[in-house]
T-cell receptor
Framework: AQTVTQSQPEMSVQEAETVTLSCTYD???????LFWYKQPPSRQMILVIR??????QNATENRFSVNFQKAAKSFSLKISDSQLGDAAMYFC????????????FGEGTQLTVNP | EAQVTQNPRYLITVTGKKLTVTCSQN?????MSWYRQDPGLGLRQIYY???????DKGDVPEGYKVSRKEKRNFPLILESPSPNQTSLYFC???????????????FGSGTQLSVL
């Protein structure tokens, strides 16, 4: 079974600075997808960024980028130029490429952005 | 507007009193699922459904039931709720169960359940 681990329960960053959230996963599969979701106080689950395992190039979405290290099974999220609106719970998630739409989530990292 | 609608958003109940959390999607999605979110544990899948009349257990199915009589609806039923089922619940859906390359999972807005 796949597992996802986020070892940082809480992180904080100053506004306009850069922060990196860590995520590691364990799988024996070669075909899979990785995601970062943001959950603000509204509880809405918002997809931030996704990465296909077969792609070597790291995904980027505006101020959000990932560092995908397939051999190390690491998938960190970098938020550049942090904004107050980035404050939220962030979840890393794994999805198998062969067994459907089920997501396996990490424990979450609560990000605080200080003005 | 394409969405997954959950009701209610908040629910307080007492141990043993049967309850149902409704979930409906308007996107003709085949795949629907339920997750529960607990502090320090992230989200864990309770049940999922690949299509009408097809349901299966996820990681934490004990104490829950589901049904999929219609494509759009996927209610979560707690026959005899207990305090350890106090949690934040999410319904989610996607177009197909195959999890294709561009498959996106749509989440409802969550139901905060407290069982006293």
């Amino acid at each position: 079974a796949q597992t996802v681990t986020q070892s940082q329960p809480e992180m904080s960053v100053q506004e306009a600075e850069t922060v990196t959230l860590s995520c590691t996963y364990d799988t024996s599969e070669s075909d899979y997808y990785l995601f970062w979701y943001k959950q603000p106080p509204s509880r809405q689950m918002i997809l931030v960024i996704r990465q296909e395992a077969y792609k070597q190039q790291n995904a980027t979405e505006n101020r959000f980028s990932v560092n995908f290290q397939k051999a190390a099974k690491s998938f960190s999220l970098k938020i550049s130029d942090s904004q107050l609106g980035d404050a939220a719970m962030y979840f890393c998630a794994y999805r198998s490429g062969s067994s459907g739409s089920r997501l396996t989530f990490g424990e979450g990292t609560q990000l605080t952005v200080n003005p | 507007e394409a969405q997954v609608t959950q009701n209610p958003r908040y629910l307080i109940t007492v141990t043993g009193k049967k309850l149902t959390v409704t979930c409906s999607q308007n996107m003709n999605h085949e795949y629907m699922s339920w997750y529960r979110q607990d502090p320090g544990l992230g989200l864990r899948q309770i049940y999922y459904s690949m299509n009408v009349e097809v349901t299966d257990k996820g990681d934490v199915p004990e104490g829950y039931k589901v049904s999929r009589k219609e494509k759009r609806n996927f209610p979560l039923i707690l026959e005899s709720p207990s305090p350890n089922q106090t949690s934040l619940y999410f319904c989610a859906s996607s177009l197909s169960p195959g999890g294709g390359l561009n498959e996106k999972l749509f989440f409802g807005s969550g139901t905060q359940l407290s069982v006293l």
